[in-house]
């Protein structure tokens, strides 16, 4: 019995020991390697206690079931304490840490269903931790949610939010004056760069689909690397290419350039939403989105504003021989850039998003921009000794994701692993939207965002072409036939505009430095006629006949002459140009300028109503009401049969549809978490530039034919849309996820 006790004593002592170095092999750990090697120890430490503590609470150690996170199961080990002991006995501190890390492996006698076992376990283990990580980190970011929505009521709405106002403004206003330069050029482009109808179009959509490739790629890229950052990015890009677009001379280096102006500008809107909103208090949030949309329409009545004063006039402009040309159009390019140069300038002197620091475990970086709110607003509003009270942030768990190549790796291999991990978080952060969590507001906010685009983009597209197409009828209607008339010579210095001449005889007759504007002759006959200094546009001669006739310096180019006959007739010196459609010269110029003028201006007050009611009725009854509405409004068309009904009806169907806009784009904010919300809205926003494409190409296939489509496509669209709206979850009142 005395042997037996002391052994037991001894046995004790040395449990007891073992414990005294667990803790000593903790802490010298803990201050050496971090909290990496800190979180090892721990589960060193709490596996050891729990072998000791049960191997003195019962001698029978193999009777005791090893269920400690997964580790234990399976385990084949001795089946009896001493077998157990005698596997420990003799060994050092380092190879009890060893066996501790390892002790869930089964021996190589247990077989090989126990290497799967043990393969299985692991694998379970791994999705449990990563499960925990997960729910640790969802309540840490609703715990962010409510302490950073009260940050943000100490440090008031003031100063700072409308300093950041204007300058995301600017921004947001770029991206309005990019969706009207290519049209407002395209009239002057296509005389420069000979431009086919097919051309024409492609040059239309490009804008589209670069901002459907930028609006993915940048709202993706804010949620890792912050908001700030990659605005200030993307707007680079944009000015840069914008400026390159307006010097380039050939078409393909122009629609280039548009395409990567287009990606640059696309991350305009679900950046500066996002960025926005994580620096407004609840009750602010709904109403002072709604204000900032306002800075898209200012963007299309400056762009309305810079081409009406700009491109008419033609005297501005230079050449450098036939290769170089710099007209009017190019420089309204160049003036069209500059809004978004000036909101790079003015953003540089804003800080980060404190929310994204703050998502991303940077406690400090976070606390001192919200300090800067809190004193720049208390300053403002004459209260300057009133402190920031917050100490201490909470933040979100971080899962490392860091990989070291070492000091030895090339440039090149450092870049790749960073550029590569950097896609990895960016595709999986983007499928995150797709997981049952949030699928079904992923798939209502797609189909509400492809109606609205739909409809919205192509019955404004739809509108001009269709008020163009009335120029066009009535400007027919006004045409002059003249039949076999003989004009012997007659010198024609005058313009010539909207006639057809049939079967005429025209006999030693000059034409000289005179324009021809839509101008048809057709069977007749000129002989010993003179053509000199002849500027066209939609001129032909068809099936006529020309004798010893000389055309100097002309544009009257053989693909004008169809099925005609030249008998003993001479080109000389033939002006450089190509075949255009018919240009309806300044009045038509200033007519498109005013119309897109009036239909911006005229979502005034649209801006104004949503601005005011977005937080006392919702953003719900907001987007199905003014989604109602604008349905409606679409049946008016039917009655458009005038230039002025169409503009009317343009500047209604505009006014009552922002609001809508207004309305998703506060919806998009608020239903997504702060680490998703960027990529969302830019997931969404490249889906409706996608639509925009989809709806421009469909509707704009039935101008002349019929309204009838158009009004149903655009009137269904807007009903599904404002429905499928009702279903979705209201914001208003909650705090920022």
């Known amino acids: 019995m005395d042997d037996d006790g002391r052994y037991r004593d001894g046995r004790q002592d040395f449990i007891r020991g073992a414990k005294d170095i667990a803790k000593v092999a903790k802490k010298q750990v803990g201050k050496k390697i971090g909290r990496g090697a800190d979180k090892m120890a721990d589960e060193y430490?709490?596996?050891?206690?729990?072998?000791f503590e049960e191997e003195d609470d019962d001698d029978d150690y193999?009777?005791?079931?090893g269920n400690d996170g997964g580790y234990y199961r399976n385990d084949s080990r001795a089946n009896d304490d001493e077998g157990h002991s005698d596997s420990t006995e003799g060994h050092d501190e380092d190879d009890e840490i060893y066996e501790g890390e390892y002790q869930g492996i089964p021996r190589a006698d247990s077989g090989k269903a126990g290497s799967i076992d043990g393969v299985t376990a692991a694998q379970a283990q791994q999705f449990r931790d990563l499960s925990a990580y997960e729910g640790e980190r969802r309540k840490d970011q609703e715990e962010l949610a409510q302490q950073y929505e009260t940050i943000l009521q100490e440090c008031g709405h003031g100063k700072f939010q409308w300093t950041l106002y204007f300058v995301l403004g600017l921004a947001l206003m770029a991206d309005g004056v990019e969706i009207f330069v290519v049209g407002f050029v395209l009239p002057s482009a296509e005389k420069d760069m000979c431009l086919s109808e097919p051309n024409k179009g492609m040059l239309g959509l490009i804008v589209y689909l670069g901002m459907m490739v930028g609006a993915f790629v940048w709202g993706g890229l804010a949620d890792r690397i912050g908001r700030r950052q990659t605005l200030l990015i993307s707007l680079s890009i944009n000015s840069v290419f914008a400026f390159f677009s307006s010097f380039v001379q050939g078409y393909v280096s122009f629609l280039f350039c548009r395409l990567a102006s287009g990606v640059g500008i696309g991350g305009s809107i679900p950046i500066v939403f996002s960025y926005y909103s994580e620096f407004l208090a609840q009750e602010k949030r709904g109403e002072h989105l709604s204000w900032l949309c306002m800075f898209w329409m200012i963007g299309g009545i400056y762009a309305s504003a810079m081409a009406w004063a700009i491109i008419p006039h033609y005297g501005w402009s230079f050449q450098m021989g036939s290769a170089y040309q710099f007209h009017s159009w190019r420089v309204f390019v160049l003036v069209?850039?500059?809004p978004s140069v000036a909101a790079i300038s003015a953003l540089t002197t804003m800080p980060e998003s404190p929310r994204f620091f703050l998502e991303n475990g940077k406690h400090d970086e976070a606390w001192m921009i919200l300090k800067q709110v809190h004193d720049t607003n208390m300053r403002a509003?004459?209260?300057?000794?009133?402190?920031?009270?917050?100490?201490t942030i909470k933040t979100v768990k971080q899962m490392d994701e860091?990989?070291?190549?070492?000091?030895?790796?090339?440039?090149?291999?450092?870049?790749?692993?960073?550029l590569t991990t950097l896609f990895h978080q960016v595709w999986s952060n983007f499928l995150t939207i797709f997981s049952p969590e949030y699928r079904r507001t992923t798939y209502m906010m797609m189909a509400v965002w492809f109606s609205m685009s739909f409809s919205y983009y192509g019955l404004t597209v739809w509108f001009p072409d269709m008020i163009k197409y009335l120029q066009k009828q009535e400007y027919s209607s006004r045409t002059k036939t003249f039949v076999k008339e003989k004009v012997e010579h007659v010198t024609f210095n005058f313009t010539l505009e909207n006639q057809v001449h049939r079967q005429g005889e025209y006999f030693n007759d000059k034409f000289m430095?005179?324009?021809?504007?839509?101008?048809v002759f057709e069977d007749s006959l000129f002989e010993e006629c003179y053509f000199e200094d002849i500027t066209s546009s939609n001129t032909f001669f068809k099936n006529c006949t020309f004798i010893a006739t000389l055309f100097y310096n002309t544009d009257l180019f053989k693909y004008r002459l169809v099925n005609c006959k030249l008998?003993?007739?001479?080109?000389?010196h033939n002006k450089e140009g190509c075949l255009l459609s018919d240009v309806s010269d300044d009045n038509n110029a200033y007519m498109v300028y005013f119309v897109s003028f009036l239909g911006t201006l005229a979502v005034l007050p649209g801006n104004i109503v949503s601005a005011l009611l977005m937080d006392k009725i919702g953003r719900l009854r907001m987007l199905a009401g003014s989604s109602v509405i604008s349905c409606i409004s679409c049946f008016f068309l039917s009655f458009g049969n005038s230039e002025s009904a169409m503009i009317a009806l343009l500047c209604l169907f505009g006014g009552i549809s922002i609001a809508s806009w207004n309305a998703l784009d506060v919806l998009t904010v608020e239903l997504y978490p702060s680490d998703k919300r960027t990529t969302a809205f830019g997931f969404l926003n490249a889906l409706c530039k996608l639509a925009a494409v989809l709806g421009i190409s469909i509707f704009t296939s039935f101008v002349g034919i019929t309204k009838a489509v158009p009004i149903l496509f655009a009137s269904g669209a807007l009903a599904a849309g404002s429905f499928l709206a009702l279903k979705l979850p209201e914001t208003r009142g909650q705090v920022l996820q």
């Open 336 to 338: 069209c850039a500059l």
């Open 62 to 65: 193999a009777g005791v079931a």
């Open 402 to 418: 860091l990989v070291d190549l070492g000091d030895s790796a090339a440039w090149h291999q450092k870049w790749r692993l960073k």
């Open 513 to 519: 430095n005179l324009k021809m504007r839509s101008m």
């Open 567 to 572: 008998i003993n007739s001479t080109f000389l």
């Open 381 to 391: 509003k004459g209260y300057p000794e009133r402190v920031f009270s917050v100490t």
């Open 45 to 51: 430490t709490k596996r050891s206690y729990k072998r």
